[in-house]
């Protein structure tokens, strides 16, 4: 059974930067595509970031140029580094295996907390 962890978030001003990681065991992730989802206060689960067993990424529209994803199969771990943080990325972000844009294969995580506040 694949269990997800997330880490990395906290509290940031409007403007500053934040690298989340998620880390895989029970699973190789080599040949699966991994994704970053978020849920803000309020509003449901959205992807915001993909990244493809061979390294292809897509972004939402809404952090396009702001943040990256990337993965380390030898160390099962995807991170999302995130720039230009704004208030509106306030979220609760979560990990998964994710076969198509916006679909999720796994069980979530707990899922790590992002707070953009000045």
């Known amino acids: 059974q694949v269990q997800l962890v997330e880490s990395g978030g906290g509290l940031v001003q409007p403007g500053g930067s934040l690298r989340l990681s998620c880390a895989a065991s029970?699973?190789?992730?080599?040949?699966?595509?991994m994704a970053w989802f978020r849920q803000g206060p309020g509003k449901e689960r959205e992807p915001v970031a993909r990244?493809?067993?061979?390294?292809?990424?897509d972004y939402a529209d809404s952090v396009k140029g702001r943040f990256t994803v990337s993965r380390d199969n030898t160390k099962k771990t995807v991170y999302l580094q995130m720039n230009s943080l704004k208030p509106d990325d306030t979220a609760v972000y979560s990990c998964?295996?994710?076969?198509?844009?916006?679909?999720?294969?796994?069980?979530w995580g707990q899922g790590t907390q992002v707070t953009v506040s000045s």
């Open positions: 990244i493809s067993w061979s390294s292809m990424t």
């Open positions: 029970g699973r190789e992730l080599s040949s699966y595509s």
């Open positions: 998964n295996a994710s076969p198509t844009w916006g679909t999720a294969l796994w069980s």
